[in-house]
């Protein structure tokens, strides 16, 4: 029975998840279509783009939370910024949506470098502190920079044009966000399963054996926050181009602590465990709790209901609800066996 | 090169912990190919020595040469403790350093971090060029592996692995860069008599096979006995003998440190 075990463990290690997410990402694809034949609501589609955009957000805080052991609380500034970035070039300057793309996750991977050479010299838990105080300083300048952001007003875009001519409606742009999202699952599984990915993971587990085994610990810190903040800007420059709006109070801690709580929930070290993640902490209160009698009516139930959670997660799956499929499947393995067994006595 | 040439050679080496002279003034040389012991009694400084070998420690005076690759000595001392692994010095840790939430093999492959060179953008997109690094290092991986008698569970996670096979997965690790030097630090603790006559035959197998000189600190006399050349015993980080395993089992030096003076 081991080595059949084993084999299971072979089996699953080597198969490439690709087509898995290509098929999740065709399943979405699908939905606008639902809403245009009338079976799903206009604002389910926009509640679950934001899912997804924040999912692209969450997957960059796993690679720093749950393979490189930093966390960072400035999630939201990042993200925030990157949507400043794209209206300012956008529509401000008229640029092209890929040029404006381009820069808008750039300054900010910037920033977050400087950020990271200041506070990753230390010690890790200075980025939390760093990040956070980088979160705030941005919040402030979108306030306060009136010129460009029109302070708590906000600031509006459109939805993007593609290489010049091709305008992308509602649809299109949502259809855009689901590329965006498969394309960096995709680019995250390798970047983990790659060399950068062992070490990063090794530095999590041991600082001492990454530094006998020759990894630059700071170097690979820095480089991890980089891709971190990098999917943050572009989670915010879709958002932008989607949502059309954004104001100041949109990016406050509460934001950067619920996409913590995303990977909590969902599945730390787990790319369907973020995706998972993000549909239960944004998707849930929206697209069901608003929704039911009394429930519906309770300011903040949002807050309760993930809160709640965090505690249910971390008491029984430790892991992430993404865990939960791994036990259904193991139930089903002890079942046939215990079929297998009878049979074999009869 | 003749084999009488040292490979590592430590010299009035120092370091103090607040008031506490951990290694004092202490010097050796370790031939090349050699199998070298550390010993001493519990807090003698011998992962201190280690420590400032490896340069996890800076020590506060002293000069630790090491011969490269290309027969060159360099001083290792103001080195960051990731460029040494980089010279051919590997060492092991007293409290198993592996990752958990890893499979064997990944751990085994963490060892050869330093050969892979494909770019982030080639191993974001897999391009061929990181893939076939992947593979090759992997295949190596391989063997050490079967090499180590580890082969059939190379796909398991580290987590939940019995003892003697984590203390053989971190060994695996650092044969990885063919390391000209092998630093072990109590590689036997916590191992039955069956692992431990298997690992003396492994230690001398590296060092036969893959012309490696070997570094360890043991608790276990029979076992340092058994496998090392040459011994070094210190005490309150200072040395006692160097010699081999039958003049220090008979210096009286030794002797003391071990048992205690009859007088006191």
Not at chain 1, 179 to 204: C, D, E, K, P, Q
Not at chain 1, 223 to 232: E, M, N, P, T
Not at chain 1, 277 to 289: H, Q, R, T
């Amino acid at each position: 029975m081991r080595k059949r075990e084993n084999k299971l463990i072979q089996v699953y290690k080597s198969k490439k998840p690709y087509s898995d997410y290509i098929l999740f990402g065709i399943l979405l694809v699908a939905l606008p279509i639902l809403v245009d034949i009338g079976l799903l609501k206009y604002s389910y589609l926009t509640t679950i783009a934001s899912i997804l955009i924040y999912s692209i957000v969450a997957l960059g805080l796993n690679l720093l939370v749950g393979y490189s052991g930093l966390i960072s609380l400035g999630t939201a500034g990042f993200m925030g910024l990157g949507t400043y970035l794209a209206a300012f070039l956008t529509k401000d300057l008229n640029l092209p949506f890929e040029i404006s793309l381009t820069i808008s996750v750039l300054v900010p991977m910037v920033i977050g470098i400087l950020t990271g050479l200041v506070s990753l010299r230390i010690e890790g838990y200075y980025l939390a502190i760093a990040t956070l105080a980088i979160s705030e300083i941005l919040r402030k300048i979108f306030v306060e920079f009136e010129v460009v952001t029109n302070g708590f007003s906000g600031k509006q875009a459109s939805y993007p044009t593609l290489l010049g001519f091709l305008d992308l409606g509602r649809n299109g742009t949502f259809i855009l966000i689901v590329v965006f999202l498969i394309g960096i699952m995709i680019l995250t599984y390798n970047l983990i399963n790659s060399y950068t990915g062992r070490a990063l993971s090794t530095m999590r587990g041991s600082e001492a054996a990454a530094q006998a085994m020759g990894i630059n610990i700071f170097k690979y810190r820095l480089l991890a926050f980089a891709i971190a903040v990098a999917y943050s800007a572009l989670g915010g420059v879709l958002y932008m181009h989607f949502v059309k709006y954004t104001y100041p109070n949109a990016w406050t801690l509460t934001l950067s602590l619920n996409i913590l709580a995303v990977i909590i929930i969902g599945g730390v070290r787990s790319i369907p465990g973020t995706v998972l993640g993000a549909f239960v902490v944004f998707g849930i209160p929206d697209l069901i709790l608003k929704r039911l009698p009394l429930i519906g009516d309770i300011d903040g139930a949002a807050y309760i209901f993930n809160g709640v959670l965090i505690i249910l997660t971390i008491l029984f799956y430790p892991l992430g609800l993404i865990h939960i499929g791994k036990d259904l499947k193991k139930l089903r393995f002890k079942l046939r066996k215990r079929k297998e067994s009878y049979s074999e006595q009869a | 090169m003749s084999k009488h040439d040292f490979i590592l050679k430590v010299e009035d080496l120092s370091i103090a912990f607040g008031g506490l002279k951990a290694v004092d003034s202490l010097s050796f040389e370790i031939k090349e190919k050699e199998i070298f012991g550390l010993i001493g009694p519990n807090g003698a400084g011998k992962t201190t020595v280690f420590n400032c070998i490896t340069q996890f420690y800076k020590p506060d005076r002293g000069r630790v040469y090491f011969r490269n690759k290309d027969g060159q000595i360099e001083d290792l001392v103001g080195k960051k403790p990731h460029e040494i692994i980089s010279k051919g010095l590997v060492r092991t840790f007293q409290n198993i350093e592996l990752i958990r939430e890893l499979s064997v093999i990944d751990n085994v492959l963490v060892g050869s971090h330093i050969e892979f060179k494909a770019s982030l953008f080639s191993q974001l997109f897999r391009l061929p060029k990181a893939k076939r690094e992947e593979e090759r290092l992997r295949r190596k991986a391989e063997e050490v592996l079967k090499y180590m008698g580890l082969y059939h569970i190379k796909d398991q996670l580290v987590a939940g692995q019995p003892y003697g096979i984590l203390k053989k997965i971190e060994l695996a690790r650092t044969l990885m860069l063919s390391p000209r030097m092998i630093i072990l630090d109590e590689p036997a603790a916590g191992l039955n008599d069956t692992e431990t006559l298997e690992l003396i035959e492994i230690v001398r197998e590296i060092r036969d096979k893959l012309n490696t000189t070997i570094l360890l600190i043991e608790h276990d006399m029979k076992f340092v006995t058994d496998l090392c050349d040459r011994i070094c015993a210190i005490s309150f980080g200072k040395l006692l003998a160097i010699g081999t395993p039958e003049e220090i089992q008979a210096n009286e030096e030794v002797q003391i440190a071990y048992l205690g003076k009859g007088d006191e």
